[in-house]
């Protein structure tokens, strides 16, 4: 299942940028899984640089940041590139290996930063045949793993690399995981600085399985008494798969496994979506298949509160909004909004043993625990229905105007329009901006702030400094000497 990626922007700071300005920095974070994860920061300059220069890196800032998220959006929010000869990692590698390239290095060709899954990897540096720079960054380990399984196998030169992978270990952990011994302590074979060990034992687990730990230790025979064990998976000896394997594992040359299904976080994402889907089988969006059957026999305080409240609050904006999505009371449904992303490690156990069966269970006790609150789902359907069908029978409704005239502005590339208001008898046309047309002023009234600077000096002459124009006011908008929208045309 490809994890359903989403972007926010966190609250913005002010702090040094250039030589001697300012900006204001916008975190971008990509939130995928549950997890939040930062892709860049948007950097609007306010001084230091001409006008036109602080405009233009700002946008310059906007337009790369869009690219990074088509990128990420494209890969399932997998990794995107900074820059490099291919937008795919993997493409560059394949390049790479076809002409016998030889990778480059200042350091690391893998720089990891943050902590389990909320972490990610830089992948960069060049190649000593060719120029060709690189840079990608993974917010997936699966792919890190991926990325260094195929780097292995090609020729690389480091400028200042402190450390080297082991070498020789990963045969001898495979053969201790394959055998009955407990504990085991493995050494790559070399000497001096790049001198590596690794001990490992194993802990009996249910169904057959085994959680493993390690220590590491570089320029050592074996590591310190005092150290201490470190979690490094699960081991299956029914497939021979670890799971939830921790980067230790691969960073060390011991252990390489590219499957993503072994990652802790997609097998909470699929245990999610099969549970959701065992519940929507269940309840098929028919009220009729759960025991509560009136609102008498709801007894929650709270849910009945939440129900009341959305049927006083929200009923009717979110009738509006389901209108102006061309959605009808037909579309109206109640789905399972099951969420397991925390998956603790009982929970991971149980899914690695019998996924089928831990899913069933968790149905069961998500339709028994929720049945108040999923029935108060319908009802709060039935109030929004009611709600909609009251626009659909009101050709007069602002939301039909609405409508018309986003789908005017949504349908051309126009970053600005003529519009044409009534207010109070008078008429005025001018010039404005069109991103507040696009959007529902939700019974409220378009931004005269998007308005011409010379045009807004002649609607505050006309309406007064303080008007404000609603969709009702708009008798006419044109684009491009052509009109496409008309108050009345609609209806």
Request: charged share 30%; aromatic share 12%.
């Amino acid at each position: 299942m490809t994890p359903q990626v989403q972007f926010v922007e966190k609250e913005s700071y002010i702090s040094d940028y250039g030589i001697s300005g300012t900006g204001r920095y916008t975190p971008v974070c990509m939130v995928k899984n549950g997890r939040e994860y930062l892709v860049r920061y948007i950097v609007e300059p306010l001084g230091g640089d001409s006008p036109q220069w602080r405009q233009y890196d700002h946008q310059r800032g906007i337009d790369e940041t869009e690219q990074l998220k088509k990128q990420l959006i494209a890969t399932g929010g997998k990794y995107c590139k900074f820059f490099g000869r291919d937008d795919s990692p993997f493409d560059f590698l394949a390049w790479v290996q076809e002409n016998d390239y030889t990778l480059e290095a200042w350091g690391e060709l893998f720089i990891e930063s943050g902590k389990d899954d909320a972490g990610t990897t830089d992948f960069h540096g060049n190649l000593v045949e060719y120029s060709a720079a690189f840079s990608y960054r993974i917010y997936d380990r699966a792919t890190v793993i991926r990325l260094k399984k195929i780097t292995a196998e090609i020729k690389q030169h480091y400028h200042c690399k402190t450390r080297k992978e082991g070498s020789g270990m990963k045969d001898q952990f495979n053969g201790w995981l394959q055998g009955k011994k407990a504990h085991a302590i493995f050494t790559n074979g070399v000497e001096g600085d790049d001198k590596q060990c690794m001990e490992v034992m194993r802990v009996p687990a249910r169904g057959g399985l085994a959680v493993l730990y390690y220590k590491h230790e570089y320029r050592a025979d074996a590591p310190p008494l005092h150290a201490e064990f470190q979690y490094g998976g699960i081991y299956d000896k029914r497939t021979g798969a670890v799971y939830d394997q921790q980067y230790a594992l691969c960073m060390h040359g011991v252990y390489s496994d590219p499957s993503d299904e072994h990652t802790k976080s997609h097998m909470a994402a699929a245990a999610q979506e099969r549970i959701r889907g065992i519940v929507d089988a269940a309840l098929d969006n028919n009220r009729g298949n759960l025991r509560i059957k009136t609102i008498e026999d709801v007894t929650d305080k709270d849910t009945l509160a939440a129900y009341r409240e959305y049927v006083k609050d929200t009923a009717a904006s979110a009738a509006r909004k389901a209108f102006l999505s061309d959605d009808g009371p037909e579309d109206l449904t109640v789905c399972c909004d099951y969420e397991g992303t925390d998956f603790p490690d009982a929970d991971m156990l149980d899914w690695i043993v019998d996924a089928e069966g831990y899913c069933q269970h968790k149905a069961a006790e998500y339709l028994d625990a929720e049945q108040e609150r999923l029935f108060t789902e319908f009802l709060k359907n039935d109030a929004l229905a009611a709600e909609l069908q009251k626009i659909m029978d009101d050709p007069n409704h602002e939301a039909y105007m609405v409508k018309a005239i986003i789908a005017a502005i949504q349908g051309r590339d126009c970053r600005s329009v003529m519009v044409t208001v009534e207010i109070g008898g008078k008429e005025l046309t001018f010039c404005t901006a069109t991103g507040s047309l696009r959007c529902d002023p939700e019974g409220s009234y378009y931004s005269s702030l998007q308005i011409a600077a010379p045009d807004r000096v002649r609607f505050e002459e006309a309406f007064g400094r303080s008007a404000e124009y609603y969709p009702a006011n708009i008798t006419k908008i044109t684009y491009s000497r052509a009109v496409i929208y008309t108050r009345g045309a609609q209806q």
